[in-house]
């Protein structure tokens, strides 16, 4: 019988695959294993690989233009997956599903950033905007704007977010102090703040569970 010489499948497809052998796929070309490894081992990991700023990926032995727009894709591809989730008018009710969107678009901001999402009556998503940027000290947050975009928006409720670039996702004082400032300016205008989420590595933190919105 003739030995069977084509190519080896996983049997549990790409999940079989180690991340260096994903990312060879995704790299192609000759060498692309060792690539791959090399890659992989300067950037410690998948997470630091795909942070990294084109620049950086350039001037990496074996990445052309080609490779390294194939590997700046795949974030965008997922964020946009979950954008169009979001834009098909997703109920946000479940604080494990807000948090899984709000770490995938937080966490690996370089600065602190403020963002919210906007809801209906229903907690559909309307909008995700990010309204304040900034050091990785802290960013300044202004209730009247996000009150402002929240009636831009038609909003009936919002939740809030923001990351922690140094990774620990515990609510500050000043996290607590401006939720309290948040959720009274937009009670006047009979809009309610469900939520407001801290990002840091790990899982996200939401305030309105430990009592604090």
């Known amino acids: 019988m003739e030995p ?15 991340d260096a052998d994903l990312l060879a796929r995704l790299l192609g070309g000759r060498g692309a294993n ?36 194939r590997l700046l894709a795949v974030p965008e591809l997922a964020r946009r997956c979950l ?23 937080l966490r690996d ?13 229903r907690h559909r998503v309307i909008a995700y905007e990010e309204l304040f940027r900034g050091t990785i000290d802290g ?12 009636l831009r928006h038609g909003a009936a409720a919002v939740i809030a977010a923001h990351n ?4 620990l996702a515990e609510p500050s004082l000043a996290d607590q102090a401006i939720t309290r400032r948040l959720k009274d300016a937009l009670a006047l205008l009979d ?7 801290v990002v840091g590595d790990g899982a996200p933190v939401s305030m309105a569970a430990r009592g604090m919105v």
């Open 4 to 18: 069977d010489r084509s190519p080896a499948r996983p049997i549990n497809g790409a999940a079989a695959l180690s």
């Open 34 to 69: 060792a690539v791959a490894r090399a890659l992989l081992g300067h950037y410690g990991g998948l997470r630091g690989l795909f942070r990294a700023p084109a620049p950086s990926l350039l001037v990496r032995r074996g990445l052309g233009p080609a490779a390294t727009g």
């Open 83 to 105: 954008d169009e989730e979001l834009a098909r008018g997703q109920a946000m009710e479940s604080p494990d599903t807000t948090g899984d969107y709000l770490r995938f678009v």
């Open 109 to 121: 901001q370089p600065h602190e950033v403020f963002a919210c999402l906007f809801l209906d009556t």
């Open 139 to 150: 960013a300044t947050v202004y209730p009247r704007v996000v009150a402002e975009t929240a």
């Open 164 to 167: 922690h670039p140094s990774g």
């Open 191 to 197: 809009i309610r703040l469900l939520d407001h989420f």
